[in-house]
């Protein structure tokens, strides 16, 4: 499975961005998909995760700002995201997990501005 992630760019405070991330191939909808983000120095940070049917997960960082969908039929989950925050700069990863294996993206870059 390959993951192609998109939307990425630069940002001011307080705006929004949405990020992609297409899959090659269907990705059951039990299977989680989600999103990580990088900064350097730093360690990989959950952003948000979700399975179809259920609520999305997120970090605490992110919680009330940002939103993750799914659309099955384009095998692709989103991150919305909003009232972004100079801290939410960072390389954006999504990933899924089918059965024992984890695939990821290649990440995008998010920049914010002041």
């Known amino acids: 499975v390959q993951l192609q992630a998109s939307g990425g760019g630069l940002v001011q405070a307080g705006g929004s961005l949405r990020l992609s991330c297409t899959a090659s191939?269907?990705?059951?909808?039990?299977?989680?998909m989600g999103w990580y983000r990088q900064t350097p120095g730093k360690q990989r940070e959950r952003v948000a995760s979700?399975?179809?049917?259920?609520?999305?997960n997120y970090g605490d960082s992110v919680r009330g700002r940002f939103t993750i969908s799914r659309d099955n039929a384009k095998n692709t989950v989103y991150l919305q995201m909003n009232s972004q925050k100079l801290e939410d700069r960072a390389v954006y990863y999504c990933?899924?997990?089918?059965?024992?294996?984890?695939?990821w993206g290649q990440g995008t870059q998010v920049t914010v501005s002041s």
């Open positions: 990933y899924a997990h089918i059965e024992w294996a984890t695939y």
């Open positions: 191939r269907t990705i059951h909808s039990s299977n989680v």
């Open positions: 979700l399975r179809s049917g259920r609520d999305g």
